[in-house]
């Protein structure tokens, strides 16, 4: 990934946008990352990543309710602990 200081960004900007293009730009000021720079495609791609992580989080609370309800226990044995471990591997 290529870096461009802040001042770079704002001296370069149109640079800064075609690099963009093809890779993700980190930008940093005082040595510290402060934003990063993609295209829309790649931006399409996160909130889709963000889009199927928050539809997968909801069915599993739907479906974990309704089990419950079912069957008046927990999900069919499993430990609180190893339904997060099972949701976290989703993200």
Known sequence: ???????EAQ????????????E?????RRGRVVAYVVSEHD??????LQQRRNDAAHWYAQY??????SSGDTAAGLTD???????HELR
């Open 24 to 28: 993700p730009v980190q930008v940093t």
């Open 1 to 7: 990934m290529i870096t461009f200081t802040s001042v």
């Open 81 to 87: 602990d190893d339904i997060n471990d099972l949701v």
């Open 64 to 69: 974990r309710q309704a089990l419950v309800r």
């Open 11 to 22: 001296n370069r900007f149109g640079e800064l946008i075609d690099r963009s293009q093809r």
């Open 43 to 48: 931006m399409q791609e996160v909130r889709a």
